[in-house]
């Protein structure tokens, strides 16, 4: 049984949570580019199956806005606040949904994104140093 079962909300699914080995491929912070830019043309081109057959301008512009000022943003997080973002989507939870918990909820969930944060971290950090021993000793 897994330590976190019946300590995090329904909301969050546990298979998520499992520690990513250290031999896996390393995941950068940030998320690349290209994969920003197919999240938001995947966004539009869904944006645009939902819309009407008798498109209004408007809406479209408007639509095209929010993609656009979707991606603004991201580009303006620092690497901390795309790796929460990336851990709360990892959860199937957004900053709202963190909101509107109640306290001890959410105390939880903080918790467990500060520890999945330090595990990236050491992640990385061992990663780095595997790179740098790999240079010194020209493995």
Known sequence: MNTLDGMLPSTINPDSLHKREATAEPQPVTDSFAAVLQQTQQSA????AAAPVEEDPQATEKAERNVVDEFMAWMQMTPAE???DRILKELGLTEADLEAMDPEQRTQVEALIAQKIREEQELQNN???AKEDNKLFGA
Do not use: F, G, P
């Open 127 to 129: 990663q780095k140093a």
């Open 45 to 48: 081109a869904q944006s645009a």
């Open 82 to 84: 795309k790796l929460r």
